[in-house]
């Protein structure tokens, strides 16, 4: 359980996931980078640069600022690493087993929330755009990949998606091997 704790920690120093877009224009791609706390790129402009593209097919700007939740993710993490620790003290297995089942909760509303605010940008575009193309939107995959106009987009977890699923994996494992113990 303590190594799932830790793995939790490593969502402050490694993104949860990584959207990269592809063009001609645009040589080694741009690489949108999202945190729990920040959205960042493969250089201090990206931001700047998706805005500036996003503009021309009537997308909304990203305002990292403007999104809630990058100020509250820290918080609901560091409250599952206190919880994890309190599981560790109390070494009951059905204590772990909550653990994990809100960890898989919440992942669930991470994700889908990730989606909500990819539908947003990609479907509520500007009437007044310079680009119209009819029936057509503009949505990031959720995961995978897609070819949106002139750009290939890979939408995929960073390292700190793998290690919030390895954090699971083994509050699973300290569940099953705490359940496997006999106790006197």
């Not at 700047?48 to 600022?65: A, F, S």
């Not at 057509?136 to 977890?157: A, C, H, I, Q, T």
Request: proline share 7%; glycine share 10%; net charge positive.
């Amino acid at each position: 359980m303590l190594g799932a704790v830790l793995c939790l920690g490593i969502l402050f120093l490694q993104p949860l996931w990584k959207i990269t877009l592809e063009a001609a224009q645009f040589p080694g791609g741009l690489d949108l980078y999202i945190w729990i706390n920040k959205i960042s790129g493969n250089d201090k402009h990206i931001i700047q640069n998706i805005n500036i593209l996003n503009h021309y097919i009537g997308m909304k700007p990203i305002h990292p600022d403007a999104i809630p939740e990058l100020r509250y993710f820290p918080w609901v993490v560091i409250g599952m690493m206190a919880f994890g620790l309190i599981c560790i003290g109390v070494n009951r297995p059905w204590f772990y087993l909550s653990w994990v089942l809100v960890m898989i909760g919440l992942g669930a509303l991470g994700i889908y929330d990730f989606y909500l605010w990819l539908y947003d940008y990609g479907h509520n575009l500007d009437p007044n755009a310079p680009i119209k193309i009819a029936n057509m939107n503009y949505m990031p995959p959720l995961f995978g990949e897609k070819d949106l106009l002139n750009f290939y987009v890979r939408s995929y977890p960073n390292w700190g998606g793998v290690f919030l699923g390895l954090a699971i994996l083994l509050g699973a494992g300290a569940f099953y091997l705490k359940g496997k113990r006999v106790y006197v």
